[in-house]
Nanobody
């Protein structure tokens, strides 16, 4: 599966952005999806993930209540709605996919998009 992330940009603190990830290739509905981020000088971290049918989601504590992950299996897309953004949310955001079983803290994903930069100014 090929993944293309988009929607990053520059936003002021308190603002919102919506990231999208378009998938092509094999059956999208058979993949769990995740959004990860990596800030300069920091390790990559899991931000949010969603099960194949969208019934199960998980979030990093730092984004709970502010970010929402969703997917549209008919359109082969997964989105990350980010509200109340903070400067510490600044990072390159990556979408990822895997054909395996979803679990809340799963970190091993087989397929990765190219990343989209989110910059939050204070």
């Amino acid at each position: 599966v090929q993944l293309q992330a988009s929607g990053g940009g520059l936003v002021q603190a308190g603002g919102s952005l919506r990231l999208s990830c378009a998938a092509s290739g094999r059956t999208f509905s058979g993949y769990i999806m995740g959004w990860f981020r990596q800030a300069p000088g920091k390790e990559r971290e899991l931000v949010a993930s969603i099960s194949e049918n969208g019934r199960d989601t998980s979030y990093a504590d730092s984004v709970k209540g502010r970010f929402t992950i969703s997917r549209d299996n008919a359109k082969n897309t997964v989105s990350l709605q980010m509200n109340s953004l903070k400067p510490e949310d600044t990072a390159v955001y990556y979408c990822a996919a895997d054909p395996g079983l979803w679990s809340p803290r799963r970190l091993d994903y087989a397929y990765w998009g190219q990343g989209t930069l989110v910059t939050v100014s204070s």
